[in-house]
Structures are given as C-alpha cells and as structure tokens.
C-alpha cells in the first residue's frame, strides 16, 4: 500500500464528474479511461502532492510515477506527468531508458504522450543533447505513440531555437507516416522550429510539399505570413 497514490486517487475519485468524462471523450479517436476531470483540478492535485511523492527520493516517485502510467486513467498520468520536471535536475541519461519504457507499454493517447514527452523527455534531452540520436532512433518503432514521442518531446527545445537538424532528420522519416497523430507530431515540431528558424523550414516545406501529407503541412507553416503559407501549399 502506498499512501500516497491511495490520497491521490481518493482525491480523483471525489473530484469525478460524469458529464466531464462523457464530454471529454469528442477530443480522442481511441478510447481513453478517465475519472471525468478538469485539467485545471488534476494540476493543482499534482502540486500539492509532489512533495509528499518526492519525499523518499528520486527512484521512489519514478516508481509512483511508473504506478500511475500503468492504471490506465489519463488523470493519473497527467499527475506523474506533473511530478517529473520537478525533479529534471536530477535527471541522468539512463532515465530516458525509463521514459520510453513507459510510452511504449502505459500510453495509448495523444494528451498523455504530449505531457509526458513535451515536459520530462524534452528536459532530459535538452539536458543531455547527445540523447536526441535516441528519439531519432524511436521513428523506427512499430508503436505510433513512439513515434509521436519522437517528434514531440523537442516541442520546447525547438521553440528555443535548438535541435534544427535532429527535427529535420525526424520529419524525414515520419514524413509518409500512415498515422493522422504522428503526422500532426511532426507538422507541429517544423512549426515550433520556424518560430527561430523560418526560412529553413520554409525550404523544408517547399522541398517536401509534393509528398507531405497535408495535415502536417499546414501545421508546419501555420507561423508563417499570408503569402508563404499560399506559395507552400501550392502543389503541381
């Protein structure tokens, strides 16, 4: 029994509401277990619990962490998600093992591999750069969410202006991607780096635009001025 999960999910269980949960439900293709939650209110669960969670040190709350992921409830992984950049200084390589154990068998939407991998796998990488051959590596993998992972976890690296190449090289091989999600991943990761680097990915697009699934276009150039966006989406 640990104490603190069991006032977690108590606390989950209480804030429950139906409508929100039925509601909740138009934002997925895939069927996602949920209490029924406000983002807002699993935030604030997250923080006033973290230092409780984190008391018995680093190892421990991965353990909480790896707890959470594994109930199935999107609520619990926003929390763990929550408690993990708190403690992104502690962070060492190995930890990137973990994390990719954790998308490959306990996520199973987008919101969750978006939270998990925009925050805790994003620091870790910016972290340790050399770790981002890793995410290259996970394009490979025969579970979309993996895949998605690979784009989004340089979500923040990228808008700091970092990472060019390993996004370029990652929009190359998910560029055909069968799935709509991975799509979008990486359409969003060229946006984010055209915020510092617009021309390159400009010449990105317009290089790829004739093979580019539409979806991913348009969030790649979705920053860029009226008569960029036109000329990009001009094919033939």
């Not at 997250?46 to 353990?63: I, M, N, P, Y």
């Not at 790896?66 to 999107?74: K, T, W």
Request: negative net charge; contains cysteine.
């Amino acid at each position: 029994m640990d104490m603190v999960l069991d006032r977690v999910r108590a606390e989950l269980v209480a804030a429950a509401d139906e409508s929100i949960r039925q509601s909740s439900r138009r934002f997925f293709k895939e069927p996602v277990q949920s209490y029924g939650i406000r983002t807002a209110t699993v935030t604030r669960l997250a923080r006033s619990t973290f230092s409780e969670a984190s008391a018995d040190g680093k190892a421990v709350l991965f353990d909480r962490c790896e707890d959470l992921f594994a109930s199935g409830y999107i609520e619990e992984s926003f929390v763990a998600c929550s408690w993990l950049p708190r403690v992104s200084g502690e962070f060492v390589r190995e930890d990137l093992d973990r994390f990719a154990h954790w998308i490959d068998t306990y996520i199973d939407n987008w919101a969750s591999c978006d939270t998990l991998c925009n925050h805790a796998v994003g620091d870790l990488v910016a972290k340790f750069p050399d770790t981002v051959q890793v995410l290259i590596d996970w394009t490979a993998s025969p579970n979309r969410w993996m895949r998605r992972a690979a784009a989004v976890s340089l979500i923040l690296p990228a808008r700091r202006g970092a990472f060019l190449d390993e996004a370029f090289a990652i929009a190359d091989r998910l560029l055909l991607d069968e799935e709509d999600l991975v799509r979008k991943g990486y359409g969003w990761l060229l946006k984010e780096a055209s915020r510092h680097h617009r021309q390159e990915v400009y010449d990105y697009v317009l290089l790829h635009r004739q093979t580019m699934p539409r979806t991913a276009l348009r969030y790649a150039i979705e920053l860029m001025p009226p008569e960029m966006r036109r000329e990009a989406m001009k094919k033939g």
